[in-house]
C-alpha cells in the first residue's frame, strides 16, 4: 500500500506554491457524474464523439482545459450542464461564461465544437450563477485529491449552504494539476488558483474578508497572468488587499536570461475608477525554495520545482482616471 501523500510532504518541506497556476484561454467544464478514471475522459460516461474531440484538441495543442465536473445533484437532474469560460482580451477581471444545459451528453461535443471553431451559439441559458468554484476530487488520477478534496467539498458546499447564497456553485472536478496542494480549487470567472485550503482561508477567499495574509500559503496564481509574473501579482495583493479582486489585470514577460535565473515580469492593472498602474519586478531564482521533490502520490522520481524571490519592484507607470462629463 502507497503510504506516500504528494501533498502532506509539500506541506512538510513548506513549497512555496504562489506561480502554479496554469494559463489556458477556454476552459470546457462538462457535467458528468463519477467514477472517473486516471484520464477522466476515458471514463465510462463520456461519449465517442467527445473524446475525440478532446484528443483533437490536444492534438492542436490548443490552449483548452477540458475538465469534467459534477455536484451532489448531477445524477438527479435529466439535463447535463456545459459551461464555456473563454479568457477576456486585454486588461480583464478573467472570464467570461457561457453556459448551456443540454438534454444528453452526447450533443456536448457539437456545441463545444461550434464554440472553439465558429461562433457560440445561441440557445445559451440565462442563469443568476456568477461563480464557479472547482475543487479537486479526482482520487484515480491522485490520492491526495480524494483524501482532501472530498471532504474539502463537502464542507465548502456547506459554507455556501449556510451563506444562503444562490449565485454561487461548487463542483468536483477532474484533475486541473497541482495535486500536491491538495485540497486545491480554481475560482471561475476569475480565474484564481488555490491550494493547501483550509475551512477559514476558503470563507475569507469566498466572502474576500479576513486577514488577507492567508493569501501567501494558499494563492496558487491567477490563470490570465504568466506564471511567474503571479508572484508579483501576490505581492501587490497583500499590499492592497481584497480590493485588488476588483481589479482587471494584464500581465507579462518583458525578459528573461537564458539560464531563467532571472525574469523582468510586468503587471498592469485598472481599478474601478480607471486609474492605470504598470509595476514591473525583477524575479531572481531562489536557490533555497527551489525543490527537488515528487510532484505526486504515484511519482517514482523527483522533479525540480524553481522558486523565485523578488529582487525589486517598480511602479513604471500611473495614469490617474480623468472625469468624463
Known sequence: MNTFFCSDHAREVREDIIGTATNYQTYILVECPGPWSYDAFQSKWVPHNLRTLVEEVHRAKL??????VTNNYSHKVNYTTLLI??????LSDGYQKYEFKLPDIQQVAEVVRKCLYSKIPDDKTETNITRDILICTHGSHDQCCARYGNPFYFHSSAAIANLQWDHVRVWKSSHFGGHRFAPTAIDLPEGRYYGFLSQESFYSI???TGDIQCLRKVYRGSGIIPTPV???ERELILRHGWSWFNYKLAGKIIE????NNTILAELSFEEPSGSLFI???KLVKDKKKTLQIKGSCNATENSVFIKYAIDSI????HKVATCHH
Open 63 to 68: 490552449p483548452v482545459r477540458f475538465l469534467l
Open 85 to 90: 469560460y473563454q479568457k477576456k482580451p486585454g
Open 206 to 208: 469566498l466572502t474576500r
Open 230 to 232: 503571479q508572484m508579483l
Open 256 to 259: 528573461q536570461s537564458l539560464d
Open 279 to 281: 509595476y514591473q519586478a
Open 314 to 317: 517598480s511602479l513604471v507607470c
